[in-house]
């Protein structure tokens, strides 16, 4: 049985028009994404970063387990470090974060590690509008820095602070 030919030009249509949709879906997935900015490490005593990472998802994804399971601000009077390294994580687009005691959009985080200091390591946090918020690291970040690499660089930050 011999087709009518307006089916088939539909169906060649629809299949141009579907390639077509790929194609602009692609493009324009790639003209949007904006290449995520690195993670890097600052060391305290050496005053300069000593690692870029490249910012992929399980950072953004650390960074909102931390910010989820915060209690509160925190109590700190300080934010700064004398020794240790100091993680920053761009977080593009910004990372919601809702509680019943505060709603914000987290633009940047910086953990700091500071093995001399008696308090957990600490988190400081930028929202969109650039207004700061500083809570104390919810879990001890070890395997984080392990799963990253940066264990290693916070040891040997440690051990160039140990000395006499």
Not at 24 to 36: F, G, K, N, Y
Not at 113 to 130: A, C, Q, R, T
Not at 142 to 160: D, I, M, P, V, Y
Request: glycine content about 4%; hydrophobic content about 40%; aromatic content about 8%.
């Amino acid at each position: 049985m011999n087709r009518p030919r307006t089916s088939r030009y539909g169906s060649m249509l629809l299949r141009s028009a579907w390639i077509a949709a790929l194609i602009c879906l692609t493009s324009m997935s790639s003209v949007h994404a904006e290449p995520q900015p690195p993670v890097q490490v600052f060391d305290v005593q050496q005053e300069q970063v000593v690692a870029t990472l490249p910012n992929t998802p399980d950072f953004r994804e650390q960074a909102a387990s931390w910010l989820k399971a915060v209690h509160s601000l925190s109590l700190r009077a300080r934010v700064e470090a004398e020794s240790g390294i100091v993680v920053h994580i761009p977080l593009q687009p910004p990372l919601p974060v809702q509680h019943n005691w505060l709603t914000m959009n987290a633009a940047e985080l910086y953990l700091f590690i500071d093995s001399k200091e008696k308090e957990s390591p600490h988190l400081l946090v930028f929202s969109s509008e650039g207004k700061p918020y500083v809570f104390d690291c919810p879990s001890d970040p070890e395997s984080f820095l392990q799963q990253h690499g940066l264990l290693e660089l916070a040891r040997k930050s440690q051990a160039n602070t140990s000395g006499p």
